[in-house]
């Protein structure tokens, strides 16, 4: 099972972008999906999450209003829809499946916010 994270690139701030994160092969009992970020430099933040059941959905305080998490269950996919982004959302994004059984994670995506 691999998860490929696309989606990433460089935009100015007040833009948007949208994060994919699609698993490919079986996955089975998974039960929150969601996002973490790192910047240069700083430790790694847990930028949003989402239930795979209920859809129950989960932000850091800095991106609250701004970003929003979704999921395609049908297409194993989970989303990460940034708007209004600013310098300090620069980072690696990284996408991540929890399970009963396993973790999986994707390779990371660059995001850069340009002032």
């Known amino acids: 099972v691999q998860l490929q994270a696309t989606g990433g690139g460089l935009v100015q701030a007040g833009g948007s972008l949208r994060l994919s994160c699609a698993a490919s092969g079986s996955i089975f009992s998974i039960n929150v999906m969601g996002w973490y970020r790192q910047a240069p430099g700083k430790q790694r933040e847990l930028v949003a999450v989402i239930t795979n059941g209920g859809g129950s959905t989960n932000y850091a305080d800095s991106v609250k209003g701004r970003f929003t998490i979704s999921r395609d269950n049908a297409k194993n996919t989970v989303y990460l829809q940034m708007n209004s982004l600013k310098p300090e959302d620069t980072a690696v994004y990284y996408c991540?499946?929890?399970?009963?059984?396993?973790?999986?994670w994707g390779q990371g995506t660059l995001v850069t916010v340009s002032s």
């Open positions: 991540f499946f929890a399970g009963s059984l396993n973790n999986y």
